[in-house]
């Protein structure tokens, strides 16, 4: 029994450590970036970087019309959010922020689009999930936070 608590104990502290955390934290940055940034790709035309489609206007207005902004605003503000935060989390920078800023995209849409609890726990838990590990972690020691932090001697 003694050696069984040992293996699991290495394993434990290997698990623990600091390369796999950062291995951990990499992979919940390219999930929670993946599933905004295929979002981001429904709403642009096709081998455009940021040229939005028009049929998102008239999406934004009929299915989202519950949005406390203007269409014309919410469509370019949730694209571009789309857009560059995914970005950022698969760098690893600003994670923090790119991943509060994507909690509260998560959070607007399940408060004024989708207020349902078969939203709520079918998509905005795992997003809401995903982005509080980042803002509570930070990017890990594979990010470019860790490697600003390093060089400012931090």
């Known amino acids: 029994m003694s050696s069984l608590v040992s293996i699991y104990e290495r394993l434990v ?3 623990s450590g600091t390369f796999v955390e950062g291995l951990a934290l990499l992979f919940t940055r390219v999930a929670l970036a993946g599933i905004f940034w295929r979002s981001y790709q429904t709403k642009v035309e096709e081998g455009t970087w940021l040229q939005i489609k028009d ?6 207005e009929m299915e989202f019309s519950g949005l406390p902004l203007p269409t014309d605003l919410a469509v370019p503000m949730a694209t571009y ?18 991943a509060l800023a994507l909690m509260i995209m998560a959070l607007v849409i399940q408060v004024f689009v989708f207020p349902t609890s078969e939203h709520f726990f079918g998509w905005a838990i795992g997003v809401i999930a995903l982005a509080a590990i980042l803002i509570v972690r930070g990017g890990g020691v594979l990010s470019a936070d ?9």
């Open 81 to 98: 959010a789309e857009f560059a935060f995914p970005i950022l989390l698969v760098v690893g920078l600003a994670t923090r922020f790119s």
């Open 13 to 15: 502290k290997i698990a």
């Open 146 to 154: 860790a490697l600003i932090a390093k060089a400012r001697g931090k």
């Open 55 to 60: 049929v998102q206007y008239m999406i934004f």
